[in-house]
T-cell receptor, first 113, second 112 residues
């Protein structure tokens, strides 16, 4: 139980394009999902909290217009990186909350050329 | 503000030997504490968690952790490591809004 998927698992895009990453809770409903970013050899940094039916809340320093989050249903949250640039290249990981615990997806590796 | 320190960046241990990973946290109230493991290029798998009650917590894969409030620590242990335990280990502290703050991680290498 408590399985979270992400799609795509990796993506390469050109600078200036937008990329959408999906996070799905497969066997439970999650009113709250979290998006993290992880740079190589570093820890995870919380970007934003995605709440079903309401606006996402962003951590300090994260541009909400660049990282668009939509929590369309109790099992799906999407992160869209708009006008991507090479510095946005990273590993993006989502977490879906079940009770008091966050269960993580396998991550999406984004490379912006 | 909550924070986590993992003092050891890299630990090398022989297969069959014991393992202990250190974690110190800073949080004003009773913390929610977690240990996650990450294999290369993968997401995070929950090993164990502590919210309240018994301070010695048992997890998956033979791992356990002990919460010590007086030392603000939540160290992870395993009596006998297997080669498959080689991975990155993250300690995290959560608050009542369920946001997690992660430590920098400890890389575990297992030698034959």
């Amino acid at each position: 139980g408590a399985v979270v998927s992400q799609h795509p698992s990796w993506v390469i895009c050109k600078s200036g394009t937008s990329v959408k990453i999906e996070c799905r809770s497969l066997d439970f409903q999650a009113t709250t999902m979290f998006w993290y970013r992880q740079f190589p050899k570093q820890s995870l940094m919380l970007m934003a909290t995605s709440n079903e039916g309401s606006k996402a809340t962003y951590e300090q320093g994260v541009e909400k217009d660049k990282f668009l989050i939509n929590h369309a249903s109790l099992t799906l949250s999407t992160l869209t990186v708009t006008s991507a640039h090479p510095e946005d290249s990273s590993f993006y990981i989502c977490s879906a909350r079940l009770g008091d615990t966050g269960y993580f997806g396998p991550g999406t590796r984004l490379l912006v050329l | 503000a909550q924070s986590v320190t993992q003092p050891d960046i890299h630990i090398t241990v022989s297969e069959g030997a014991s393992l202990e990973l250190r974690c110190n946290y800073s949080y004003g109230a009773t913390p929610y504490l977690f240990w996650y493991v990450q294999s290369p290029g993968q997401g995070l798998q929950l090993l164990l968690k502590y919210f309240s009650g018994d301070t010695l917590v048992q997890g998956i894969k033979g791992f356990e952790a002990e919460f010590k409030r007086s030392q603000s620590s939540f160290n992870l242990r395993k009596p006998s490591v297997h080669w498959s335990d080689a991975a990155e280990y993250f300690c995290a502290v959560g608050s009542n809004d369920y946001k997690l703050s992660f430590g920098a991680g400890t890389t575990v290498t297992v030698r034959a």
